[in-house]
């Protein structure tokens, strides 16, 4: 009998703790999510996920999307792109060319704040651009002036006059790029983060390394009233599966949509929203080594691609066909007279003449997929003999003479979007630093230099016609495709991003609202 | 009894002799590795898109230009006078960031050691208790199975089930981190069950083949012909002789466990020094890793101390002298 009390007191013993934990927890999980959506109630943020950006926080030197959001919510450019790739005023208002089109005069917004409360003025224009271009600069943006800005100057508190090398039509392009948030003119690079000043849409309330940045609107925006958001979150997830599976929880509005995901989530619960082309893969070959010195050996390659298929099974069908130019679809003028490049096995056999080429695709990990497609297509046709090497990124962008990525006879890079003679100066012209191709053509430069010269419509259209006819009949730089972002978003967020999904033509989150 | 413990001073001032060689050791081995891994600190900093006379000034700013003994002497220097330098990643104090994500660290190895060694222990006396039935058995196969999963994978399934198909807590662990007890230990739940699954298996394992070991002994038989209370037993025989080889197994764990784990903390976006590490390898970090491995060792070395010095509490038997 007392053994049978025992053992029943010890089985009450155990339902209790079993009951306490569970109360417990369930207590915790009601307190969080009665928390939780009391937040979502009464405010409006936008959560976004990032990986550790893993590099110091300072607008003139981040490198990657990463660490470009955290403190690109809080900063303000002169101008950014939307999605159909227009330009769209945000500090400055105006933007005009000299009739020599050596000077270009930006119009400043009236009334624009910093959120120190130190208004925009001209002062802080300069000094920004001039801490990016600068000698010293150790700015990834700087590679975008190399060669075009000459210099910066203010002419009164409202107006920057940027004079150029060489006149270049597409210079208000480049106010969008890297690193081209306003700072004020007192800003000490590498404090950012114990300041972290901008005049941009949100102010940083909190960034803990690892764990993630907290905004809230910047109730003094220039634009305020079109922000409807009360903040942002960015949450650090550092496992892909772990940031679908808090997607798929609810706990973060917006995933890109990669192959895997697609393969996960039930889409037809979410958005799927789209912008404008984003970059390019570019299969860079090196027409100084055997077999790619051969112009017949690379046309060869151009035509066995299947662009179609690598569209469908490495951008999962969010991408365009492209014709080896670096024109992309949304730039005005666009090439004409060329034929579309398409897999014609025919003509790749006449090309070959009963060659067999054999090489090796040297990419980095994260275009792994699109190297194993290429490799398995290219081994399909006959007269093709296709390896591949895929190195982590440290190794593929490794520094030195021998770097894989600019010396491989063959490498796949992605470029993100710039305009069309921004390529030919960094990847086509002879001596430039990325020139992976190692290809040289003084006429290219040459028609460049002319294109970005013109403002008239007709003397634009002959140039890129001429530009892209030498880009496509070279083929130092096979472009098979131009991809465009592609993300899976939760339905309670509601309106459409002005520019790209990606950021990477500025930060705005003007229209974008929270279902309450 | 003071003839038993007479070693154990010797053995402590041994150790801490030894333990600041190894770590010696260690750091030379750290800093000469993470040059052989490819990549540029630089670079990574900069991005692809930087040129190469951008990356070198990038370095030489942040003193990771000159020899590999030059460097390593004035990080050495700075390290032993608690200047531990700056992260060439974050911009940091590393001593402020190793710390920080250590007391994380430690928080979560702590929850999970609490979780591991009575569900471990309770598991194997269970077990022993039952040796040879169908229960046992199939205990046997289920620890021996889980044994063999990665922690990865026990992770994202409990993410699945305890977050997504019962939402009832976080995938993400690091929002709770210093937003109180209840919703950090919340956080924490899954992180933990993890870790302590992770091990849950092997201690078990020892804990019943302790226990059935002790019931076999004469010393055993004795007591329970003495009609001694099956509480006293357990507590003064049982536990106290099957539990021998478990303690010394525990204080490994121990200390894996404060270290902080990569794998888990990484999944569950845990700010510890595991994930720390982590980023730290990737982008060639070198004063943040070589600080941080210096510290997992210590508390790894420290553990293994302090569960020698319980060995000789525990068991009798064990005496250290010279040259232990």
Redesign the interface.
């Known amino acids: 009998m007392p053994h049978i009390r025992a053992r029943r007191l010890r089985a009450a013993l155990a339902a209790l703790a079993v009951g306490a934990l569970a109360v417990g927890l369930a207590a915790c999980a009601t307190g969080a999510s009665g928390d939780a959506a009391g937040g979502e109630a009464s405010e409006a943020v936008y959560r976004l996920p990032i990986s550790d950006p893993g590099s110091e926080i300072d607008p003139l030197t981040v490198a990657d999307y990463n660490a470009q959001i955290i403190s690109g919510l809080v900063t303000e450019p002169l101008v950014s792109l939307d999605a159909a790739g227009e330009l769209n005023p945000r500090l400055a208002t105006d933007w005009t060319a000299s009739e020599d089109g050596l000077t270009w005069t930006v119009t400043l917004r009236d009334g624009a704040e910093f959120n120190d409360g130190s208004p925009v003025t001209s002062a802080d224009v300069v000094a920004t651009f001039e801490a990016i271009t600068a000698d010293d600069s150790q700015s990834p943006g700087r590679s975008a002036f190399d060669g075009i800005l000459d210099s910066v100057a203010a002419d009164g508190d409202e107006t920057v006059l940027f004079t150029l090398v060489r006149p270049f039509s597409d210079f208000p392009l480049l106010l969008t790029g890297t690193n081209t948030g306003i700072l004020p003119a007192d800003y000490e690079p590498g404090t950012w983060l114990d300041n972290p000043v901008g005049a941009g849409q949100f102010l940083l309330e909190d960034y803990t390394v690892g764990k993630g940045a907290t905004y809230v609107k910047n109730p003094d925006y220039w634009n305020a009233d079109a922000i409807e958001l009360d903040g942002v979150e960015l949450k650090v997830y550092g496992d892909t599966q772990a940031e679908l599976l808090a997607f798929q929880a609810g706990e973060i509005d917006r995933i890109g949509l990669t192959s895997d995901v697609a393969a996960t989530v039930d889409a037809s619960k979410y958005d799927v929203i789209s912008s404008g082309y984003n970059k390019i893969d570019g299969i860079f070959l090196n027409v100084t080594e055997a077999p790619f010195d051969d112009p017949t050996a690379r046309e060869a390659l151009a035509w066995a691609i299947d662009r179609q298929g690598l569209i469908d099974d490495v951008y999962e069908g969010n991408a365009d066909i492209a014709n080896d130019t670096t024109f992309f679809p949304d730039y005005d003028p666009q090439p004409a007279g060329l034929e579309q490049r398409e897999q014609d096995l025919d003509r790749v056999a006449q090309l070959l003449a009963g060659r067999t080429l054999s090489f090796t695709v040297t990419i980095a990990q994260e275009n792994q997929l699109f190297g194993e497609v290429l490799q398995q297509q290219l081994n399909e046709v006959p007269g093709f003999d296709v390896q591949l090497e895929v190195l982590t990124s440290e190794q593929y962008y490794a520094d030195g003479d021998s770097t894989p990525w600019l010396n491989a006879p063959v490498t796949v890079t992605n470029w993100a979007k710039r305009v069309p003679s921004q390529y030919v100066s960094l990847i086509y012209t002879a001596g430039a630093a990325w020139n992976a191709s190692h290809y040289a053509n003084p006429e290219i430069e040459e028609l460049t230099s002319q294109f970005d010269a013109t403002t008239e419509p007709a003397e634009r259209q002959k140039l890129a016609d001429d530009i892209a006819e030498i880009q496509w009949t070279d083929l130092p730089v096979i472009v098979p495709a131009f991809s465009k972002a592609q993300s899976l978003q939760d339905k309670r967020v509601q309106g459409e991003f002005a520019g790209a999904l990606d950021f990477y033509t500025g930060y705005d989150f003007a229209g974008i609202s929270i279902a309450r | 009894m003071r003839e038993r413990h007479r070693g154990t001073p010797a053995l402590f001032g041994q150790r801490l002799i030894q333990i600041p060689l190894v770590l010696l050791v260690v750091s030379v081995l750290v800093f000469w590795l993470i040059q052989v ?4 600190p ?11 006379d ?2 070198r ?2 370095n030489a ?1 942040r003193g990771l230009d000159g020899s590999i003994v030059e460097r390593y002497a004035t990080w050495f220097g700075g390290f032993v006078t608690g200047d531990w330098g700056t992260s060439i ?4 104090p590393v001593l402020g ?1 190793i710390l920080g ?1 250590l007391a994380n660290s430690v928080v979560l190895g702590l929850f999970a050691f609490i979780i591991l060694v009575p569900l471990a222990i309770g598991l194997g006396a269970f077990q022993a208790r039952r040796e040879g039935s169908r229960t046992d058995r199939a205990f046997t196969v289920g620890l021996m199975s889980l044994a063999s999963v990665p922690e990865f994978v026990v992770g ?1 399934l409990l ?2 089930v305890f ?2 198909i019962f ?6 662990s ?2 709770a ?1 210093g937003t109180g007890l ?2 950090q ?2 956080a924490m ?1 899954l992180p933990a069950i993890t870790l302590a699954l992770g091990y849950v298996s092997v201690l078990a394992r020892m804990t019943r083949a302790g226990v059935i070991e002790t019931t076999g002994s004469q010393y055993y038989r004795t007591a329970v012909i003495k009609g001694l209370p099956g509480g006293a037993i357990f507590a003064r025989h049982v536990a106290r002789n099957a539990l021998i080889p478990t303690v010394s197994l525990l204080g490994v764990y121990l200390g894996a466990l404060l270290a902080g784990s990569a794998v888990v ?5 845990y ?1 510890g020094l595991g ?2 590490l ?2 730290a390898t ?4 070198v004063f943040v890793l070589v600080a941080g491995v210096m510290v997992t060792g210590a508390i790894s070395l420290l553990a293994l101390l302090v569960t020698d010095i319980v060995f000789t509490m525990v068991d009798p038997r064990v005496r250290f002298t010279r040259g232990d």
Do not use: S
Request: no cysteine; net charge negative.
């Open positions: 891994v490819p990549g540029d630089g670079r990574n900093a900069l991005g692809p898109y930087a040129t190469a951008q990356v000034e990038w700013a990643v974050y911009g940091e960031l994500r994202v993410l699945i977050a997504l939402p009832i807590l976080p995938i993400q690091g929002d981190v209840l919703p230990l919340r739940t903390e990484t999944l569950f976006g700010p994930e720390l982590v980023t990737q982008k060639k970090d």
